[in-house]
C-alpha cells in the first residue's frame, strides 16, 4: 500500500469515526431534549388548562353540569377535564375517551388502535386534566429536526475528506517530484539533489541521499583509483619479470640463474605492491579490521617491530610502556607503527639503529620512530604521504606513509615527520586511546 493511500485510510477513517462518535453523541442528547421539551410542553398544557377552567365563571359551570364544554383544540394536542365526580366537564375532542380517561399521574403512553399516544395526567381542585400527543406526529417532527442537525455533518465530514485527500496529495508532491527528478538522471550521474524549495520534512532525506551519492562517489573514485594505480605499478615488475624468464630460457649457466634471481626478485616486489594495494583499498573502504582482540600498546609496538625487516636488537624502545589500548583495531595499529620502522629502515643507514618513543596524554598516545638518516628537505616533507612517491627510485612500493596517512585519517589520528635537531628524521604517529583496566609493561628489544 502506497503512503498516500495509508494516510487517506488513517486519517480518513480516525476523522470519519471522530465525525460519527460526535454526531451521535448530539443526537441522542438532542433526542432526549426534544423527548424533555415535549413532555414538558404536554405538561405545561394541562397546568393551563387547569388554570383556565378554575377562572371560569360560576354560570359557566352550572352550565357544564348539563353540557361538557368544548375547549379550543391547541395543535398537535388533545385534552379532556373531569370533574371530583369522574364527569367529563370540557374537552377538544370528543370520540378519545379511552385515551383521555383519567389515569395514573404524570406521563405515560396509551395505545388506541395502531396509533400511541404520550398521555400527561394533572389534579388540582379536585379536577383532573388529562392531555394526549401523538407519538407518530412527535416521530415526524424528531426526523425533521435530525436531518436538519445531520445534513451539515455530511456536508461537513465530506468536505473534510476531500480537503484531506487534496492536502495529502498536494503534501506528498514533494516526495513525487523527487522520484520523479531520481528516475529521470543518468545511471552515472552522482551529483548531489537539489534541495531547494523542498519541505523542511524532506530535507534530512534528501541530505541523507546526498551523503549517500558523495560516498557511492568517493568508492567509484577510490576503486578508479586503484585500477589505475594497479595497472600502472604492476606493468614495470610485471615486464621485468618476463624479460628476466626470457633471459633464463635463453642463457645457461650463471646468466641464467642471475635472471632468475631477479625474475624472484621481481615477484617478492609485485607481491609487495599487490599487499600494500590491498590494504589501502580496505582501509579507504571502510572495511571492518576488529579481530576482537585489544589494541594494546605494548603488544602493538612487539607485534609491529618482529613484522618488520628490523634485526633483532636493531629497534629500541622504553622498557616501561604506557597503561593504554588504542582506540584502532590492533590489525591496523600494527600496520601503521610496522610501516613507520620500515621507512626508517629503508632510509636510514644501513644496520643503523632505530629508535622508538612514546609520548601519553589524557586522550591520545604520539609513537615517534627516529632514524639516524640524512633526513630530507622542506620540499619533500609534503609529499613522503603520496602515493608511489618515493625518496628513493630504487626502494619500496611508495606505499607504505600512503596507507599510515590513510588508517590515522579513518580513526581520528595523524601523522607528521619531521628533521630532528640532534639528526636524523623522526615520524610522529599520534593514535587515540581509549581506557583500559590491565596494565602492561615489557622489556626492551625486537
Known amino acids: 500500500m502506497s503512503l498516500r493511500a495509508r494516510l487517506l485510510l488513517t486519517l480518513g477513517l480516525t476523522l470519519a469515526l471522530l465525525w460519527g462518535v460526535a454526531a451521535a453523541w448530539l443526537l441522542n442528547d438532542l433526542q432526549k431534549t426534544f423527548v424533555a421539551t415535549l413532555d414538558q410542553r404536554l405538561a405545561q398544557s394541562a397546568r393551563m388548562v387547569a388554570g383556565l377552567v378554575h ?13 361538557t364544554l368544548a375547549i379550543p383544540p391547541i395543535e398537535g394536542l388533545a385534552c379532556q377535564v373531569h370533574s371530583p365526580r369522574g364527569e367529563v366537564i370540557a374537552r377538544t375532542h370528543a370520540n378519545m375517551d379511552s385515551v383521555l ?7 405515560t403512553y396509551r395505545q388506541e388502535g395502531d396509533t400511541t399516544w404520550r398521555v400527561f395526567t394533572y389534579e388540582r381542585g379536585g379536577l383532573v386534566i388529562t392531555t394526549a400527543d401523538r407519538m407518530d406526529e412527535r416521530t415526524m417532527l424528531l426526523n425533521g429536526v435530525v436531518r436538519v442537525a445531520v445534513v451539515p455533518f455530511v456536508v461537513a465530514l465530506t468536505g473534510s475528506l476531500i480537503a484531506l485527500w487534496v492536502g495529502i496529495w498536494r503534501g506528498l508532491a514533494p516526495l513525487s517530484r523527487l522520484r520523479e527528478s531520481l528516475a529521470s538522471r543518468h545511471p552515472e550521474a552522482l551529483a548531489p539533489v537539489s534541495t ?24 567509484l573514485v577510490r576503486e578508479q583509483r586503484f ?28 646468466t641464467a640463474q642471475e635472471a632468475l634471481k631477479h625474475a624472484e626478485a621481481g615477484v617478492v616486489r609485485l607481491a609487495h605492491t599487490l599487499d600494500q594495494l590491498l590494504t589501502l583499498a580496505r582501509v579507504e573502504g571502510r572495511m571492518r579490521f576488529d579481530d576482537g582482540e585489544p589494541s594494546d600498546v605494548a603488544h602493538v609496538i612487539e607485534l609491529a617491530v618482529a613484522d618488520s625487516a628490523a634485526a633483532p636488537g636493531q629497534c629500541q624502545w622504553p622498557g616501561t610502556l604506557p ?12 600496520t601503521a607503527l610496522r610501516n613507520l620502522v620500515d621507512n626508517a629502515l629503508h632510509h636510514g643507514p644501513q644496520g643503523g639503529a632505530i629508535t622508538l618513543h612514546t609520548a601519553q596524554t589524557h586522550r591520545d598516545i604520539t609513537f615517534t620512530v627516529h632514524d639516524q638518516g640524512p633526513g630530507v628537505d622542506e620540499d619533500t616533507l609534503a609529499q613522503l604521504t603520496q602515493r608511489f612517491w618515493r625518496a628513493s ?13 590513510a588508517i590515522t585519517q579513518r580513526f581520528g589520528g595523524d601523522v607528521r615527520f619531521e628533521n630532528a635537531t640532534s639528526g636524523g628524521f623522526c615520524a610522529h604517529l599520534r593514535v587515540p586511546t581509549v581506557p583500559v583496566q590491565t596494565s602492561k609493561t615489557i622489556t626492551t628489544e625486537a
Open 393 to 405: 627510485k630504487q626502494q619500496g612500493s611508495g606505499l607504505g606513509l600512503a596507507i599510515v596517512a
Open 323 to 334: 597503561n593504554a589500548c588504542l582506540a584502532m583495531p590492533r590489525e591496523l595499529a600494527i
Open 227 to 254: 585500477t589505475n594505480d594497479a595497472a600502472h605499478e604492476l606493468r614495470t615488475p610485471l615486464t621485468a619479470i618476463k624479460t628476466h624468464l626470457q633471459v633464463a630460457q635463453r642463457a645457461e649457466g650463471p
Open 55 to 67: 377562572q371560569l365563571p360560576e354560570e359557566v359551570w352550572e352550565q357544564s353540569m348539563m353540557t
Open 101 to 107: 380517561a383519567p389515569g395514573q399521574r404524570g406521563h
Open 196 to 219: 531547494y524549495g523542498v519541505p523542511k520534512e524532506i530535507k534530512p532525506l534528501i541530505d541523507t541521499l546526498n551523503h549517500l551519492l558523495t560516498r557511492v562517489q568517493q568508492t
